[in-house]
């Protein structure tokens, strides 16, 4: 009989990153934030910050106010102690016109107990500002 493999915490914490993504943009569950984000994380975004869960739900709001129907495609993930970072793609319509766009992005997290403490992301901005201009 084989011992069921436990996840390593780098382990948890890549699945935790990529739940993130899975959730919140292409499932489009609000609450997500809440639930993921602790209420002292900060995550910095090119040169914004967001403070707490409910800055990062202002931010979320502003999005999906202009894009709609997000699926997120995971490329690269990695981890190692406390932090997982994930390359990724995601696809997605501008909502005024119906133009679908895509671009990519990396984002990089340190988890504690389950929640993200920070994080970090930088995603295409010029590339998305071309596909919006075209």
């Known amino acids: 009989m084989s011992t069921p493999k436990t996840q390593t915490t780098s382990e948890q914490n890549k699945q935790l990153l990529l739940r993130r993504f899975d959730g919140v943009w292409s499932q489009g569950r609000r609450e997500t934030i809440h639930e993921l984000f602790a209420p002292e994380a900060i995550l910095h975004d090119g040169q914004a910050s967001y403070r707490g869960p409910d800055e990062f739900c202002r931010f979320y709001d502003s999005l999906r106010s202009q894009f709609s129907d997000f699926r997120f495609q995971p490329i690269a993930s990695l981890a190692e102690g406390d932090l997982a970072c994930l390359h990724w793609s995601a696809a997605f319509r501008h909502t005024p016109t119906g133009k679908q ?7 990089v997290v340190r988890a504690q107990d389950g929640r993200f403490v920070e994080a970090w992301q930088n995603w295409d901005q010029a590339d998305l500002a071309a596909q919006l201009a075209e």
Not at 101 to 107: A, L, R
């Open 101 to 107: 766009m895509q671009i990519t992005g990396t984002s």
